[in-house]
C-alpha cells in the first residue's frame, strides 16, 4: 500500500497513513460540516502511524462521546479521529494529505444527521 504524508496546518503534528483509498467521504453532522474535512476512510487499525506532536493534539467528544475528533492545539486544524461506528479504526483528513490527489477519488455522503438510519443502510448498526 502507498504511504502517504500529512499534517496540521502549523507543522507540529505529522503522521503517515498507510491506505489504498477509493473513495472519499463527506459527512453533513454537525462537527464534521462545521470542519469541512473530507475523509479517506482507513480500513486497517494500525494503519495511522504519527510521527511528531502526538502531545500536541487535543481531543474532542460530542453527542454520544464515542467518536474521538483530534485536533492541533496550536493551530486548530483536524487531521484525524477516531469515528463513532468503530472508534478502535482511524478517519483521516484528506486535505491534510500533502501526496494524495483528492480530486481523483469520488466523494461518497455520509448522513451523519440521521446517524443511526444511515448507520443501519450502510450495514454497520442493525
Known amino acids: 500500500m502507498p504511504i502517504y504524508h500529512g499534517a496540521c496546518h502549523c507543522g507540529r503534528v505529522t503522521f503517515e497513513v498507510d491506505a489504498s483509498p477509493t ?19 482507513v480500513a486497517e487499525i494500525a494503519a495511522v502511524t504519527i510521527l511528531s506532536g502526538e502531545d500536541e493534539i487535543t481531543a474532542y467528544r460530542f ?53 443511526d438510519e444511515a448507520a443501519r443502510q450502510h450495514g454497520w448498526r442493525k
Open 23 to 41: 473513495r472519499l467521504s463527506v459527512c453533513n453532522c454537525s462537527m464534521c460540516s462545521a470542519k469541512g474535512a473530507v475523509y479517506v476512510p
Open 63 to 115: 453527542n454520544t462521546g464515542t467518536a474521538t475528533h483530534m485536533f492541533c492545539r496550536h493551530c486548530g486544524i483536524h487531521p484525524f479521529h477516531r469515528p463513532r461506528m468503530d472508534p478502535s479504526r482511524w478517519s483521516v483528513n484528506a486535505r491534510c494529505l500533502r501526496d494524495l490527489d483528492i480530486a481523483s477519488l469520488p466523494i461518497v455522503t455520509f448522513d451523519g444527521q440521521n446517524w
